[in-house]
């Protein structure tokens, strides 16, 4: 019990102890808390008062700089019142000036205008005495000062003209010549020398009549099978075969000398050898075509046209075979087109297709240059290729350089030495249209066609056509023989004025 007691009271002086200590420790914490917080007032204060100084300081110098831009300000303002002043001052005294000079001009101009009066006056009173002198108005000596000035100008016109064109007619016919002529050096073809016949040769007068037939049943067979006329007459040991289509007068006329030759002439044995020379004929046709195609060098055409271009193996035009023709057009258009630097291989399909229509004129209608055109379009031929068809007669217009290289050729190769033939009927009636085109014209006196229809003179009458005319009438005649006339080659035109002063001595 007593431990107890022990116990408790030392429990309670602990807790009495512990108390105490923490009262004491209590107050001594508050006290320097207290010490700290005077410390930290202080030294606030002593902040506010230094930041009071500073901000004072700043204050001052701020108005001190105000004051100071102000100063400058002011001064400024002073100048440029200064200036504005004195500019015043001169704008008025210039605008002075100008009101004394514009006085000093509406004076002038008053004695300007008094003056222009004057003159006016009298150059009415000049004119007036002119026109009495020279029985003339100001509008005939106008007219006439005029018609002098135009006839001068006409003459020098019509002089320049005539030496351009002769200048450019000699450059143009050296550069041309050169190049026509090597072209046609370069080809070196030869002469056309074969001419399709329908004349058929007998052995005797006796087949004539084997020919005719009894009652003329085998004349009549072979003409309705081959579709030709078959004329009998009395040239000697001959017959002729007749028919547009020369396809078929080919065929015509191979059958009958192979019934010739074998005797057997009776309708069965007839349709038996025509249907065998058809067969022949068309791969003679083909073998043509494939034949000149490799001749001109020419590849990728489709075998329609090919064949087609065959044809003109059995077609002439005034003498000259049309395939041969067309494989030497083709090669001169290659030769010009690589010396002109223009599309070789344009020009050459369009040289060797050039007058294909030809091959089929004889059943369509239409021009041979169009029926070509249209022929080579429908079998997908290039556009350039059937624009050269289409134009080398001027049809239609030409579009590209190897149009005008396929004319050329063509021209080259129809006019050329031993290339046509052309019978004296239609050499008259083509020098008789020339004469006739030219003497169509006012003004001509005289048409002439020389040089075997290569140039016509025109000769015109000097007081109806002056000089500046002669060359428009040239020009004009020219182009009238393009568009009505066909011809190979080309043909020269001259016109002559030639004055002539006559009087006669009594």
């Not at 002075?96 to 009066?117: P, T």
């Not at 005289?446 to 007081?463: L, S």
Request: aromatic share 4%; charged share 30%; with cysteine.
């Amino acid at each position: 019990m007593n431990d107890y007691l022990g116990l408790i009271m030392g429990v309670l002086a602990v807790a009495v102890f512990a108390f105490i200590g923490a009262q004491f420790l209590a107050k001594r914490i508050g006290f320097k808390q207290q010490k700290e917080a005077e410390k930290f007032l202080q030294k606030a204060k002593e902040n506010s008062r230094i930041t009071e100084l500073e901000a004072k300081d700043g204050a001052l110098k701020i108005k001190q700089n105000a004051e100071g831009e102000i100063s400058r300000r002011r001064s400024e303002l002073s100048r440029e019142e200064d200036r504005l002043q004195t500019r015043r001052a001169n704008l008025d005294h210039r605008f002075e000036r100008l009101e004394q000079r514009e006085l000093a001009l509406s004076k002038r101009q008053s004695a300007v205008d008094k003056r222009n009066n004057e003159v006016e006056k009298l150059y009415a009173e000049q004119l007036e005495k002119l026109q009495k002198v020279s029985r003339l108005t100001v509008e005939e000596a106008k007219q006439m000062l005029l018609d002098e000035v135009e006839k001068e100008a006409r003459g020098d016109m019509a002089r320049i003209i005539r030496q351009i064109e002769t200048e450019a007619r000699l450059e143009g016919e050296k550069k041309a010549r050169g190049l026509i002529t090597e072209a046609i050096q370069r080809v070196a073809s030869d002469q056309v020398a074969q001419v399709t016949t329908s004349t058929v040769p007998l052995p005797n007068e006796e087949m004539k009549g084997r020919i005719v037939g009894r009652n003329g049943r085998n004349i009549r067979a072979f003409e309705q099978a081959a579709g030709v006329d078959i004329i009998v007459d009395d040239t000697p040991e001959a017959v002729t075969v007749s028919c547009f289509d020369p396809t078929r007068r080919e065929v015509a006329r191979r059958a009958l000398q192979r019934l010739i030759q074998d005797g057997r002439i009776h309708p069965a044995h007839i349709e038996k050898i025509l249907a065998e020379e058809r067969e022949e004929v068309e791969r003679i046709i083909r073998e043509a075509g494939e034949e000149a195609v490799f001749d001109a060098g020419v590849t990728g055409l489709p075998q329609e046209v090919i064949k087609m271009l065959g044809r003109l193996k059995f077609r002439t035009s005034f003498g000259q075979n049309q395939l041969i023709h067309a494989v030497e057009t083709a090669r001169i258009c290659a030769l010009i087109a690589s010396e002109l630097g223009a599309n070789v291989e344009v020009a050459k399909v369009g040289g060797l297709l050039h007058d294909i229509g030809k091959a089929m004129d004889h059943s369509v209608e239409g021009t041979h240059a169009m029926i070509g055109a249209e022929f080579c379009k429908r079998h997908r031929i290039g556009s350039a290729v059937v624009n050269a068809i289409a134009s080398h007669h001027h049809e239609t217009e030409q579009q590209s350089i190897e149009a005008v290289i396929v004319e050329a050729a063509d021209a080259i190769s129809g006019a050329r030495p031993g290339a046509r033939r052309e019978n004296l009927e239609q050499y008259i009636k083509r020098l008789r249209a020339l004469e006739e085109i030219a003497n169509s014209y006012k003004g001509v006196s005289q048409a002439y066609a020389i040089q075997a229809g290569r140039e016509v003179r025109i000769i015109v009458k000097p007081e109806a056509i002056d000089d500046l005319e002669s060359a428009r009438l040239a020009k004009e005649i020219a182009k009238n023989i393009e568009e009505t006339m066909q011809y190979p080659g080309q043909i020269k035109v001259t016109v002559i004025r030639e004055m002539r002063s006559v009087e006669v001595a009594k």
